[in-house]
Every structure is written in structure tokens, then in C-alpha cells.
């Protein structure tokens, strides 16, 4: 007869909850009209095209024609969702996006067909303020907006500096869906796999044929438009925000934002308790540091000089050798008002972007 060894020695296995804010950044919606989903369903999604004539869209409708675009680039996305507008039962686009919102967390970018003008503008305004943070992709052939008219849809988003909506000018159809298909098929957030949507490809999409003038009216106001260069290359510039901000620096600090706060809750989740100490301090910015290096080892962050404020111990001019530094207050200088609330003291995250280089100057000399 044998005993146990747990007697004397007693091992137990704990497994982590596998928890996070939001699971990913890599699905699209798209919104439309047609009646295939039932309203009660709200958003279904799907793996490839296949799945949707299997679900019963027969190949006319918006949304299908959309989602065929969107799974034609390269890299290719793994999935699509679909939503629901009950526009005849009164439904407001703006309504319609937030129903999909509430029934659905995970999907990033977010397209309405057949929206008007006030309706991306409206549409544009509630993003912004939506939470879980996500993007409005818009299309817009609007002859307003290659005349630069005052007022047009692009200079209104423009002037109320919305941060969140990205649009392309095009005569084709839900153009701006093809460079999510990219965002979304190209954001595996693996090393090295940072990108911007400067001069990407838009399969399926043509380019169009406009003046160098009317290429600068849509540049001015920050719509993004598909063009062809040197009769060969066709390119999607500028990869913008109606504000102007590149789209993958919107993308990627949501992602940071995000793996920071699951980052965190896990620590206290997991935790029996994290001491309102400098020691548990430094405990709980050690579990910062995860995806902060996630971040660097994609190509979002990188080493360089910290060139604005200064901030606790970095003073401007100083080096971030990883490309980001962690600080916080002491316990010592925490009120007692925080202490009681069991407060940790401010957190600092300081962080160097790598930035991109999407223009090249050069000068070549010739001696003869």
C-alpha cells in the first residue's frame, strides 16, 4: 500500500480565465435594408460569401454586393457581419447602428448602404461618442464634394474634426468597404505586421479618372480617393480620418488601449490581492509592460526621443529605449482620501510611436 504524496506535498492547479475587453479588431459590419436577418436577430456573421447564399441572400441585395467587395482583397478578412435597418418601420440609420452595437460588441468598423448625406454626418457623430470604440467607413459620389461646394459632406466632417469616420469619393459602389476588407484581412497583430492604408490596393475597385485639382479638393478636406499614378499603380490615398489622423494610429491605440485594460482587470481579477504598496505598484506595471511590448513587436512603437512635456522622471529630449516607459506616483504621496477608496496612484504610460514614411524626396546628382 502506497499513500498520497499530497500529504506531504500538495499541488494545485490553477487555470486563468481567458478574459479580455474585446476579443479582437478584425470584423466589419456591414448595415443595409434587405430581410434576410430578422430584426429580432439584429447581426449575424459570417466566415466567406458561401455562407450567405447558404443563409438564403440571393446576390442582388447591398449588403451581399458589399460583403462580396469586402472578401475580395488581400490580405483576405475572415469574417463579415451583417446588420439590420428597419427603415420602413421608421428607423433611423443612426438607430439602426446602435441597435447593432448593443446586440454586437465586437465588430470595428461599422457601414451603412445607402445612407445620405446627413445621415454620414449623423452616423459620424455617433461613433465618435460609441462605445466600444469602433470606426464609420462611409462612400460618397457627391458631386458637391469634387466641386468643393461649401458645405459639402466632406468639409462638414472635416470642420467638426470627427475622429472616427473614415470616407472614400468614388462612382462604385461601397468603394470604402474594399479598404476595410484590407484593415480588417491585414490586422493579425503578429510581429512586424503593422501597416498604414497609404497606397494600398482596393480589388475590385476602379480608380478614378480626376484632375490633379480635384485630387487636392478631396486631399484638402481629408476623403481618401483611389487613383492610379504612373499608369501603372493604383493607389488608395491618403488612409485618413475626416480629422486628418492616419487610420492605422486610431486602430492601433484602440488595440493598446483595450489589451491595457484587459491587461489590467486580469491582474486584479487573478490577484488574491495586489498591496497598496510601491511593491504592489510595481507589481500591477508589470503587467502593463505585456501590451506595450505587443505593441512593439507589431511596428506601432518603437525607440526615439520623447519631444513633448515633460512627465515625472522624462524630461523632454530624453531617450525611450524601448519605445515606451511606465511610470506612476508613489503610495507616499497618495492622499489619505485615495488610500481609503483603495486607489492605486496615477499611472503614466509614456509612448514613441514608430510613425511611416509615405513620402520620398530625393535628389540625385550627375557629374559628367
Given at each position: 500500500m502506497t499513500l498520497p504524496l499530497s500529504?506531504?506535498?500538495?499541488?494545485?492547479?490553477?487555470?486563468?480565465?481567458?478574459?479580455?475587453?474585446?476579443?479582437?479588431?478584425?470584423?466589419?459590419?456591414?448595415?443595409?435594408?434587405?430581410?434576410?436577418?430578422?430584426?429580432?436577430?439584429?447581426?449575424?456573421?459570417?466566415?466567406?460569401?458561401?455562407?450567405?447564399?447558404?443563409?438564403?441572400?440571393?446576390?442582388?441585395?447591398?449588403?451581399?454586393?458589399?460583403?462580396?467587395?469586402?472578401?475580395?482583397?488581400?490580405?483576405?478578412?475572415?469574417?463579415?457581419?451583417?446588420?439590420?435597418?428597419?427603415?420602413?418601420?421608421?428607423?433611423?440609420?443612426?438607430?439602426?447602428?446602435?441597435?447593432?452595437?448593443?446586440?454586437?460588441?465586437?465588430?470595428?468598423?461599422?457601414?451603412?448602404?445607402?445612407?445620405?448625406?446627413?445621415?454620414?454626418?449623423?452616423?459620424?457623430?455617433?461613433?465618435?461618442?460609441?462605445?466600444?470604440?469602433?470606426?464609420?467607413?462611409?462612400?460618397?459620389?457627391?458631386?458637391?464634394?469634387?466641386?468643393?461646394?461649401?458645405?459639402?459632406?466632406?468639409?462638414?466632417l472635416k470642420k467638426d474634426g470627427m475622429h472616427r469616420t473614415i470616407g472614400q469619393y468614388s462612382s462604385v459602389d461601397d468603394a470604402i468597404i474594399a479598404i476595410a476588407g484590407y484593415a480588417m484581412g491585414a490586422n493579425t497583430q503578429t510581429a512586424s505586421s503593422a501597416y498604414t492604408l497609404k497606397f494600398k490596393q482596393e480589388v475590385g475597385v476602379k480608380t478614378e479618372n480626376l484632375t490633379g485639382t480635384q485630387v487636392t479638393a478631396l486631399k484638402n478636406n481629408n476623403c481618401n480617393v483611389y487613383i492610379n499614378r504612373g499608369s501603372v499603380y493604383n493607389l488608395f490615398e491618403d488612409g485618413v480620418m475626416a480629422d486628418g489622423t492616419p487610420f492605422d494610429e486610431v486602430l492601433n491605440l484602440d488595440i493598446l488601449k483595450n489589451n491595457i485594460q484587459a491587461a489590467v482587470i486580469n491582474a486584479l481579477q487573478t490577484s488574491s490581492k495586489i498591496p497598496q504598496t510601491d511593491p504592489g505598484m510595481d507589481n500591477l506595471l508589470n503587467h502593463i509592460t505585456a501590451p506595450l511590448e505587443k505593441a512593439r513587436s507589431i511596428g506601432f512603437i518603437a525607440p526615439g526621443i520623447w519631444n513633448t512635456a515633460s512627465v515625472l522622471t522624462v524630461q523632454t529630449g530624453d531617450t525611450l529605449p524601448r519605445g515606451y516607459v511606465i511610470l506612476s506616483d508613489t503610495i507616499d504621496e497618495q492622499s489619505q482620501a485615495d488610500r481609503e477608496e483603495r486607489k492605486a496612484p496615477p499611472i503614466y504610460i509614456l509612448v514613441k510611436l514608430s510613425g511611416a514614411i509615405e513620402f520620398v524626396n530625393i535628389k540625385v546628382y550627375v557629374n559628367r
Open positions: 500529504d506531504a506535498v500538495d499541488v494545485s492547479l490553477s487555470v486563468g480565465p481567458v478574459s479580455a475587453v474585446r476579443s479582437g479588431f478584425n470584423l466589419a459590419l456591414i448595415v443595409g435594408t434587405s430581410k434576410i436577418i430578422k430584426k429580432e436577430n439584429r447581426v449575424k456573421t459570417y466566415s466567406k460569401i458561401g455562407d450567405m447564399s447558404a443563409d438564403g441572400w440571393k446576390g442582388k441585395e447591398p449588403e451581399y454586393l458589399a460583403a462580396q467587395l469586402y472578401f475580395s482583397q488581400s490580405p483576405k478578412p475572415s469574417k463579415i457581419a451583417i446588420g439590420v435597418w428597419d427603415k420602413e418601420g421608421g428607423e433611423s440609420a443612426v438607430e439602426a447602428m446602435t441597435a447593432c452595437r448593443e446586440k454586437n460588441q465586437e465588430w470595428y468598423i461599422g457601414y451603412v448602404c445607402g445612407v445620405s448625406k446627413t445621415e454620414i454626418i449623423e452616423l459620424a457623430k455617433y461613433i465618435d461618442s460609441a462605445t466600444p470604440s469602433s470606426i464609420y467607413a462611409y462612400t460618397t459620389n457627391d458631386e458637391e464634394v469634387l466641386n468643393n461646394v461649401e458645405g459639402n459632406v466632406i468639409e462638414a
